[in-house]
């Protein structure tokens, strides 16, 4: 027998630039750019500031991405944000930053996708249900099928990306070249623009949708010039997803007005609506509802690798690090974070709900950019020349990016105290209880490093 065991195979270094750039459109192109720029909308009232705040909202999100692809590249091994803030701080730092993901920021944004589900769901039917019960019965049948360990291939996951992108290409063709709503007599247009405050309550919304470049990195292990074609595939693939937005923040302005796309819930609806009628609005609403089910359906898998981290790192319920032996998957994790996203959508309202995602969510966001700070820190006494993707312009670059995250996230607080302060009271009892689970320490080599 050989004593050193099995050889660990690599990954297959298959992927080049074009690759890199589709998954990182891929992974931040949501359903939040169908119902966000309304959002946007109510709070700056000028077409300039809504289209501003896309813009904003992009640069922070191209500079974090950097700072994301050099973390992994300086730490391939020790499985991501959750390890990164454990080794750049302390234990504590780290659990929060699950803690916090399990019962705010994934549940929160998988409760905020059920609701824009919901809303085209019933957009589309035309029922009179509550967007809310829709949203919560998706999320309880999309955790029950995860659960028994059934997946969409590779090939679903295309075919519904290509569905939204054709949503997005069609509401950008009829907004940019299709006609155009007059402002109906007796509405009264905003006479202010809702100056910096009202930037910055829209950074939320528009974070939210940007919400994804975090996961663009991890691919670099199967790229065959990660060096090469990773900076490259970020930077594509952002400026890509920016322009997207943009333009379908365009449309929606140009067809609606600012006026009318503050007053819809349904933006892309009503700009098809505009222009085709109600079957333009039942087909885009079709393909949004379509998209969203699946995006809605990936996001329930990706979380609980980290509650099972914690769990197996001893400072999270021992259950929660359990493995079904015939399906291989982290089932009371995926049961536990399903019910926390059904009882966010249940009893919140969509904009209530990106309030209580984003002010935690960019926090953490923030902590982490910083660790690229203490990591770079540390290495500064080697002298090795390894050549890895570096951020341009660090540390200028990444700590705007740490401030910018870190001042959205008082901004959402302060202007948004009843629905933020949620979140920081539940990161509050988080530090407070992480002392209990500490007293067990966990068994040796539990930890994920993978």
Not at 75 to 97: E, K, N, S, T, W
Not at 140 to 148: G, K, M, P, R, Y
Not at 374 to 400: D, G, N, Y
Request: proline fraction near 5%; aromatic fraction near 10%; charged fraction near 15%.
């Amino acid at each position: 027998m050989d004593s050193q065991g099995p050889r660990e195979v690599p990954l297959a270094r298959r992927l080049g630039r074009f690759d890199a750039t589709m998954i990182v459109m891929g992974g931040i192109i949501g359903a939040g750019i169908f119902v966000n720029p309304a959002v946007v909308a109510r709070n700056v009232h000028t077409a300039t500031l809504v289209l501003g705040a896309w813009l904003i909202g992009g640069v922070i999100a191209l500079i974090g991405a950097f700072v994301y692809a050099e973390l992994a590249a300086l730490r391939p091994r020790v499985g991501g944000q959750y390890a990164y803030l454990r080794d750049a701080y302390h234990p504590i730092v780290a659990f929060l930053y699950g803690w916090t993901l399990l019962l705010v920021v994934q549940t929160g944004g998988m409760a905020g996708a059920a609701i824009i589900f919901g809303r085209y769901f019933c957009e589309l039917f035309g029922f009179s249900i509550s967007e809310q019960v829709v949203a919560t019965l998706a999320l309880a049948i999309l955790t029950a099928v995860n659960c028994l360990g059934v997946r969409a291939g590779s090939n679903v996951q295309s075919v519904l990306m290509l569905i939204k992108l054709v949503a997005i290409a069609l509401l950008i063709g009829v907004g940019c070249f299709g006609p155009v709503k007059s402002n109906p007599a007796g509405v009264e247009l905003p006479t202010d623009s809702g100056g910096f405050a009202g930037l910055a309550r829209a950074m939320a919304p528009v974070l939210f949708a940007y919400g994804g470049w975090q996961t663009a990195s991890f691919v670099s292990g199967e790229m065959r010039d990660p060096r090469r074609d990773l900076p490259r595939g970020l930077l594509i693939g952002v400026i890509g997803v920016i322009l997207c937005y943009v333009l379908v923040s365009y449309s929606c302005l140009r067809v609606l007005g600012v006026t009318d796309l503050a007053r819809t819930n349904v933006p892309a609806s009503e700009v098809m609506r505009h222009a085709f009628g109600e079957r333009g609005a039942q087909v885009i609403a079709a393909g949004i509802a379509i998209s969203t089910l699946g995006f809605l359906s990936q996001s329930i898998l990706t979380a609980p690798r980290v509650y099972y981290a914690m769990a197996r790192d001893g400072v999270f319920f021992k259950a929660v690090g359990h493995l079904d032996p015939r399906t291989r998957v982290p089932t009371v994790a995926i049961v536990l974070q399903g019910l926390c996203a059904a009882a966010i959508a249940f009893t919140g309202r969509y904009d209530q709900i990106l309030n209580y995602v984003v002010a935690i969510d960019v926090l953490f966001f923030g902590l982490t950019g910083a660790s690229l700070l203490i990591f770079r820190a540390r290495l500064q006494k080697e002298t090795s020349e390894e050549q890895r993707l570096r951020v341009p312009w660090h540390p200028m670059t990444t700590s705007v990016f740490v401030l910018a995250c870190w001042g959205i996230s008082i901004s959402t607080v302060v202007q948004f105290p009843r629905n933020a302060g949620i979140g920081v009271a539940i990161l509050a009892v988080g530090a407070l209880i992480y002392p209990l689970w500490r007293q067990h320490p966990p068994p040796k080599g539990s930890g994920i490093d993978a």
